[in-house]
């Protein structure tokens, strides 16, 4: 039996996925998350877990980290971003940093059923409407050499560049990865290595690569 975690901190759009995963699998099983907290303490706590829809902005998420993280410490899960953002460079950085599909919030039913059958069957989904000028948008070099650095993080030392990019000092980060602070300044070590960054501030820099605007939350005059 397949288990979906459906991630977003919409109520009505949650339940609007979890419709079309019971018709689009009818044996599969749901959980749900309303920040990106909320979806890392579910994969620490379960290993039943197939495929996350992941909203782009929910809380705790900055554009392609809550996707990076993932895949960085749950690499077998197969991630699908869902949001409001019809962008095709944004959906091409979505895939080119290991998104198994891409589901905008305008989907319909029909179209969210057929996202979910798709990336349960291992297979790669995109909406009809985006699939061509996602296909023609080219790959940034920039983008790829980072996903690929990334990549390279063990799960623990994504989690201390997380945290580093959230400004916590390495006795704070020692306390909340409960290790010990020599053990945090091993990982900055090779963090800053794998990363080719010179200091902390460099690391959170290259985090931050990640972070894409919420087209939704943009005011007009």
């Known amino acids: 039996m397949p288990t ?25 099983a749901t959980v749900e998350a309303e920040t990106l907290g909320g979806v ?18 929910m809380p705790g998420n900055h554009g392609l980290a809550g996707l990076a993280a993932i895949r960085a410490q749950y690499p077998a899960v197969a991630v699908v971003l869902v949001s409001a953002n019809e962008d095709p460079r944004t959906v091409r950085r979505a895939l080119d940093h290991g998104a198994a599909g891409y589901i905008p919030k305008s989907a319909g039913l029909d179209e969210l059923r057929e996202a979910i059958r798709t990336v349960l069957a291992c297979e790669q989904w995109l909406p ?14 920039a983008d790829a050499d980072l996903a690929a650095r990334l990549a390279s993080l063990t799960p623990q030392q ?59 939350r943009i005011s007009t005059p």
């Open 4 to 28: 979906l975690l459906i991630a977003d901190d919409h109520p009505l759009f949650r339940a609007a996925l979890r419709g079309a995963a019971a018709e689009a699998a009818p044996d599969v």
């Open 40 to 57: 890392l303490a579910l994969l620490e706590s379960r290993d039943d877990i197939d495929l996350v829809l992941l909203d782009l902005h």
């Open 128 to 141: 009809p409407a985006l699939r061509g000028a996602v296909t023609r948008t080219q790959s940034s070099p």
């Open 158 to 216: 994504f989690r201390v560049l997380t945290l580093v990019a959230e400004g916590l000092l390495n006795k704070q980060i020692a306390d909340t990865l409960d290790i010990q602070e020599r053990t945090v300044k091993a990982h900055l070590s090779v963090i800053f290595e794998k990363l080719g960054a010179r200091n902390r501030t460099q690391a959170s820099v290259i985090l931050r690569e990640l972070e894409i605007g919420d087209p939704s």
